[in-house]
């Protein structure tokens, strides 16, 4: 199986960017999907995007859509989301997952669809 470990989580003013990573290790990344999730103090974890197992799709929820972007390297076993223009109520844990499916991103938007799960890391903005 394959193990996650976000990084890169931390404070930041409105309107700045952040970049989180999700180290895997284990298998072969490319064999896995991967997505993005956030949960925000009180609220259900939420889907924030996906990208298929060569990077070749990808799919951002609409809340995030034009201001984060996700991307891999698998060469490096590495998943990245890049978050630009950030907002208060971006503030959440963000997790990473892992799927065997082979579905499109598009349609692994719920938890039940990944079967691993990095710990996740926390971002705070500020307003």
């Not at 609220?43 to 298929?52: D, P």
């Not at 070749?56 to 201001?67: L, M, N, P």
Request: proline residues 2%; contains cysteine.
């Amino acid at each position: 199986q394959v193990q996650l470990v976000e990084s890169g989580g931390g404070l930041v003013q409105a309107g700045g960017s952040l970049r989180l990573s999700c180290a895997a290790s284990g298998r072969t990344f490319s064999n896995y999907a991967m997505g993005w999730f956030r949960q925000a103090p009180g609220k259900e974890r939420e889907f924030v995007g996906g990208i298929s197992r060569f990077g070749i799709s990808t799919f951002h929820a609409d809340s995030v859509k034009g201001r984060f972007t996700i991307s891999r390297d698998n060469a490096k076993n590495t998943l990245y989301l890049q978050m630009n223009s950030l907002k208060h109520e971006d503030t959440a844990v963000y997790y990473c997952a892992a799927t065997e499916s082979r579905r499109p991103p598009a349609f692994m938007s719920s938890q039940e669809d990944y079967g691993y799960w990095g710990q996740g890391t926390q971002v705070t903005v500020s307003s």
